[in-house]
Nanobody
Framework: QVQLVESGGGLVQAGGSLRLSCAASGRTFSSYHMGWFRQAPGKEREFVAAISWNGGSKYYVDSVKGRFTISRDNAKNTVYLQMNSLKPEDTAVYYC???????????????????WGQGSQVTVSS
């Protein structure tokens, strides 16, 4: 298991930017695929973005393509989510997720397994 701690959330106006960070500890970070999910009030947890264990592959939900960028620094055991051109509909609690690199990257969109952080609130005002 890997332990995850998110940071960087907050309140921003529409059109603004935020960068979320997720620091990992406990096991070998570089052996894990990493991802971000979000959950708005009254809605199910939604996949946002994922990055492979070596950073070579990334994919995003259509609604954030061109606005959000996922990246990782294996030397710092940290994954990032740069969020630009934020919209009110991006408001949610954002969660970091880790899945072992032995799983196919496509499995990162599944919300039913892996390690989770405690979440970071992102609020975008109109």
């Amino acid at each position: 298991q890997v332990q995850l701690v998110e940071s960087g959330g907050g309140l921003v106006q529409a059109g603004g930017s935020l960068r979320l960070s997720c620091a990992a500890s406990g096991r070998t970070f570089s052996s894990y695929h990493m991802g971000w999910f979000r959950q708005a009030p009254g809605k199910e947890r939604e996949f946002v973005a994922a990055i492979s264990w070596n950073g070579g592959s990334k994919y995003y939900v259509d609604s954030v393509k061109g606005r959000f960028t996922i990246s990782r620094d294996n030397a710092k055991n940290t994954v990032y989510l740069q969020m630009n051109s934020l919209k009110p509909e991006d408001t949610a609690v954002y969660y970091c997720n880790a899945k072992e690199g032995r799983f196919v990257l496509a499995s990162m969109s599944r919300p039913d397994f892996g390690s989770w952080g405690q979440g970071s609130q992102v609020t975008v005002s109109s």
